[in-house]
């Protein structure tokens, strides 16, 4: 079975410019969550969503946005990008139902270069 | 709210001894707790999860790890360690953010160096 897919892989945009990261999660899973990863640094929680709402947003501006489609697939939007944007951005896709939104299954993630 | 630590930055080990990765949490209710591995370049891969009932957890390839409420600590645990385990390992706390809102909170993560 395929697991989370990302697109894309690599991406670099210059400052103050907008980007949209994409992801497919597992086949059957209907909730999608986002994170940034510094270098160095743990996952930080951006969004989840859950049948296209969203169900938990992280501490990060209003220049983030995201969005769930009927698919289930997902994009997270960045506006006005600034050097510290610059990240590996993950998605995790899990299961519906209470339990299950924590046991996340994640992507390869896309590494985003802002110049 | 709740948080993660993980007091080791960095781990290096021998091939074939045992290891050991310390995890605190902070979190007034029961927690969801979850211990992931990065290799170079990777996403996440979940090891193992502890929800309720048994406190000592076995995970995929030969991971275990113990809850220990009195502690607030889910240390991971390996008898015997490849030279393939050399990867990031990240801890993490699932727990409710508010009303239906669900988050995983993360630590900082240890970085494991094996040695020949």
């Known amino acids: 079975d395929a697991g989370v897919t990302q697109s894309p892989t690599h991406l670099i945009k210059t400052r103050g410019q907008h980007v949209t990261l994409r992801c497919s999660p597992i086949?059957?899973?209907?909730?999608v969550s986002w994170y940034q990863q510094v270098l160095g640094q743990g996952p930080q929680f951006i969004f989840q969503?859950?049948?296209?709402?969203?169900?938990g947003r992280g501490n990060f501006p209003d220049r983030f946005s995201a969005r769930q489609f009927p698919n289930y697939s997902s994009e997270l939007n960045v506006n006005a990008l600034l050097l510290g944007d610059s990240a590996l951005y993950l998605c995790?896709?899990?299961?519906?139902?209470?339990?299950?939104?924590?046991?996340?299954?994640f992507g390869p993630g896309t590494r985003l270069t802002v110049t | 709210a709740q948080s993660v630590t993980q007091p080791d930055i960095h781990i290096t080990v021998s091939e074939g001894a045992s290891l050991e990765l310390r995890c605190n949490y902070s979190?007034?209710?029961?927690?969801?707790l979850f211990w992931y591995v990065q290799s170079p370049g990777q996403g996440l891969q979940l090891l193992l999860k502890y929800f309720s009932g048994d406190t000592l957890v076995q995970g995929i390839k030969g991971f275990e790890a113990e809850f220990k409420r009195s502690q607030s600590s889910f240390n991971l645990r390996k008898p015997s360690v490849h030279w393939s385990d050399a990867a990031e390992y990240f801890c993490?706390?699932?727990?409710?953010?508010?009303?239906?809102?669900?988050?995983?909170?993360f630590g900082k993560g240890t970085l494991l160096t094996v040695n020949p």
């Open positions: 979190y007034g209710a029961t927690p969801y």
């Open positions: 995790a896709s899990s299961l519906q139902g209470a339990v299950f939104l924590f046991e996340q299954y």
């Open positions: 969503y859950y049948e296209k709402e969203e169900r």
């Open positions: 086949s059957g899973h209907k909730s």
């Open positions: 993490a706390v699932g727990a409710r953010s508010g009303g239906s809102n669900y988050k995983l909170t």
